[in-house]
């Protein structure tokens, strides 16, 4: 039996590897997206990417990846271990009709799964997945079709094997493609002698990360954890108290700054000369400086709900520059930067997303604005931070099962309607603003728990607070009802 159920969102398929996530399920969804593609673009036969991170189970899962697919038709490219963002921009790039990814992104080591993409390098929105998830469903309650499918599920010989090409050069095609952004000015960064510590957990940017800092003119790489071997040096969220190793490096090899990024390399967290995390939300926050201040660009600005206010505060200093907050996930951020047409945007958890490039989340491309940003603006990443907006958010999870949302929701509206200055926003979970800070509880498209996120502009105790006393008021509600 599962000790975690199977977690399926816009977010993708992840659960814990041979118990939630077997390989039948794999096949089950491998085929249910390819059919939900197949239909969605009227065609029979499709051209896929297919890359991984470098977990442990992630050479049975993409064997059995890569079997489903050749036996469907598809017309194959394995890109081998990769970031997300570089097997979505290898789909824009190569004109692909999908992609498949195989990774559990920050969960631990013992999870896998699967996030799919579409013909433009997003992740598939709410109708199509709900479309996948009913087929892979069906897959998997008609034993007859999967013992079927199982049987066809052997080794593949070289006659199939050519519907496969190998390419290992999408990492180098990535950055190149970053270089080539008008503002990103290899000189101005070479001339400062930078040195970078870069933890990559032995996940998929070990590769791409210090060559992507080489190239960009960074003088002195110093490199923590960049194996790829899916042995985690530590836990995979790149959240404070899992940086310990990094922040001792940055200090003890005199780094000007540092940077940790996830497993699938999607999210990037900075870490200031002085060893000390500047939280995950500053990353975003330098990104949209950057572009609104330095590159001059002018345009809507989109995060999640639950990101920082920072981003507001620094956008209401240029004309035309709207800021619209989506529900959380890469797919709502993507889907409304499209819509508003915006110049920059992502999730206040490390993930940048730059449409000059493609839309997601992508911690090469936070890396070199960044970089860009310190080098324009000729002071050290702690000098930068001081002059953006300062708020102190703390991220808390708590695991509470049949949760009913609704009855909490009326529970705080009851309980906080009358508290002046407090609105509410149900658009994922529960947000309720006042002016002087705000919490964000809702249930998390990724792991089994229930997420508290409060930010105010007093101290970071003042929000652990907070946020613990939300917790509180959820843990005793479910325990009455």
């Not at 064997?63 to 290898?90: F, M, Y």
């Not at 997945?129 to 499918?149: I, P, V």
């Not at 889907?335 to 992508?362: T, W, Y």
Request: aromatic share 6%.
């Amino acid at each position: 039996m599962s000790t975690s159920p199977l977690m399926r969102s816009i977010s993708g398929v992840r659960g814990i590897f041979g118990e939630s996530l077997t390989l039948p399920i794999v096949s089950a969804h491998i085929t249910a997206f390819y059919e939900t593609i197949c239909e969605d673009l009227s065609k029979k036969e499709l051209k896929i990417i297919v890359g991984r991170d470098s977990r442990i189970s992630g050479p049975q899962v993409l064997d059995r990846t890569l079997q489903i697919l050749v036996n469907l038709g598809a017309i194959i490219t394995e890109i081998g271990i990769v970031p997300t963002p570089t097997v979505q921009l290898e789909v824009i790039n190569s004109s692909s009709d999908c992609g498949i990814v195989i990774t559990s992104s920050h969960n631990p080591k013992e999870w896998n799964g699967l996030k799919f993409v579409d013909s433009q390098g997003l992740f598939l929105g709410v109708d199509l997945c709900k479309k996948l998830y009913t087929k892979a469903d069906h897959f998997l309650q008609n034993k007859e079709e999967q013992e079927e499918e199982e049987e066809k599920n052997e080794e593949l010989d070289e006659e199939k094997k050519k519907q496969i090409t190998i390419d290992k050069e999408a990492g180098k095609r990535h950055i190149n493609s970053i270089l080539e952004l008008p503002y990103i000015d290899i000189e101005s960064i070479k001339k400062k002698g930078y040195c970078v510590c870069i933890d990559t957990i032995n996940g998929a940017g070990g590769r791409v990360l210090p060559e992507l800092l080489r190239s960009l003119g960074v003088a002195k790489v110093v490199e923590l954890n960049t194996q790829m071997t899916g042995v985690f040096a530590h836990s995979p969220e790149p959240i404070p108290e899992n940086l310990n190793g990094i922040c001792e490096t940055v200090v003890s090899k005199s780094c000007d700054f540092g940077i940790a990024v996830d497993p699938d390399a999607d999210r990037c967290v900075l870490i200031g000369p002085d060893g000390k995390p500047l939280g995950e939300e500053y990353t975003l926050a330098i990104a949209v400086y950057f572009m609104l201040e330095k590159v001059g660009r002018r345009g809507p600005v989109c995060k999640n709900l639950s990101s920082s206010r920072a981003i507001d505060d620094i956008a209401k200093q240029y004309s035309n520059c709207p800021v619209y907050s989506t529900r959380i996930g890469e797919m709502h951020v993507a889907s409304k930067m499209i819509q508003e047409n915006a110049v920059i945007g992502g999730e206040g958890n490390g993930g940048v997303m730059l449409p000059d490039l493609h839309i997601g989340r992508d911690s090469l491309v936070a890396t070199a604005l960044v970089i860009q940003c310190l080098a324009s603006e000729n002071c050290t990443l702690n000098e930068l931070k001081k002059k953006l907006p300062q708020y102190q958010i703390e991220k808390l999870k708590v695991h509470v099962t049949g949760i009913d949302f609704e009855a909490i929701k009326n529970y705080y509206i009851q309980k906080l309607n009358k508290e002046s200055g407090v609105t509410f926003d149900f658009a994922d979970g529960i947000k309720i603003d006042h002016p002087d800070w705000w919490c964000h509880l809702r249930k998390s498209n990724t792991e089994p728990v229930i997420r508290v996120i409060g930010e105010s502009s007093n101290t970071k105790e003042t929000s652990l607070q907070m946020c613990q006393r939300f917790m509180k008021d959820i843990k005793e509600f479910n325990q009455k009802n």
